[in-house]
């Protein structure tokens, strides 16, 4: 499984980024994703949670980010978004997409097996 990330940089407070995730090797319509954060210093934080369904997907946010932060994927499931609005210093973090081998959502890194690299989020006063 490779998950490709894409999408971070440099921002202003109040301002927006898209993140993408691309996926190759497992099927996003089978096992559930989700989008991580960490920030130094800091644990690593679930923020997103997708899983698909038969008319699309289902997904959830962590309270920090929920109102902001909107998950969506390309009509074939190959590559997972996360539109993130509003953004402020507290978000700067690296982002990371991860894939789990279950079908079923969960905000524990420790379900999912299958991660990208990391794309950076820095967000400037």
């Known amino acids: 499984v490779q998950l490709e990330e894409s999408g971070g940089g440099l921002v202003q407070s109040g301002g927006s980024l898209r993140l993408s995730c691309a996926a190759s090797?497992?099927?996003?319509?089978?096992?559930?994703m989700a989008w991580f954060r960490q920030a130094p210093g800091r644990e690593r934080q679930c923020v997103a949670t997708?899983?698909?369904?038969?008319?699309?997907?289902?997904?959830d946010f962590d309270d920090s980010v929920k109102g902001r932060f909107f998950a969506s994927a390309d009509n074939g499931l190959n590559t997972v978004y996360l539109q993130m609005n509003m953004l402020t210093p507290e978000d700067s973090a690296v982002y990371f997409c991860?894939?789990?081998?279950?079908?079923?959502?969960?905000?524990?890194?420790?379900?999912?097996?299958?991660w990208g690299q990391g794309t950076q989020v820095i967000v400037s006063s």
């Open positions: 991860a894939m789990s081998p279950n079908a079923w959502r969960s905000t524990a890194a420790s379900d999912y097996d299958s």
């Open positions: 090797g497992r099927l996003f319509s089978r096992h559930a």
């Open positions: 997708m899983s698909a369904t038969s008319s699309g997907w289902t997904d």
